[in-house]
């Protein structure tokens, strides 16, 4: 029967069909944005720790989110004062 088979393959289910229509859809939503939610959020907790150890300003703290082809990059710059 695997002629039948190929012929006409069982329907596929559902939830699986679902869940893949989902993952195509949060892929264009992700895509489609300006930015990311979290850099903002991370720019405040890098704050937070690095203001543990020495004194830092919110503006010697740079985060930027580049795209290069199939690749995100996320470059930090922090700059530390003179010991």
Request: aromatic share 4%; net charge positive.
């Amino acid at each position: 029967m695997p002629l039948l088979s190929f012929l006409f393959p069982k329907n596929q289910k559902s939830a699986t069909a679902a869940k893949e229509r989902l993952q195509i859809i949060i892929a264009r939503e992700r895509s489609g944005r300006g930015g990311p939610d979290f850099l903002p959020a991370l720019h405040r907790e890098l704050i937070e720790v690095i203001s543990k150890y020495t004194k830092v300003n919110a503006e010697d703290i740079k985060i930027s989110l580049d795209r290069q082809g199939n690749l995100e990059v996320l470059d930090v710059n922090v700059v530390l004062p003179d010991a």
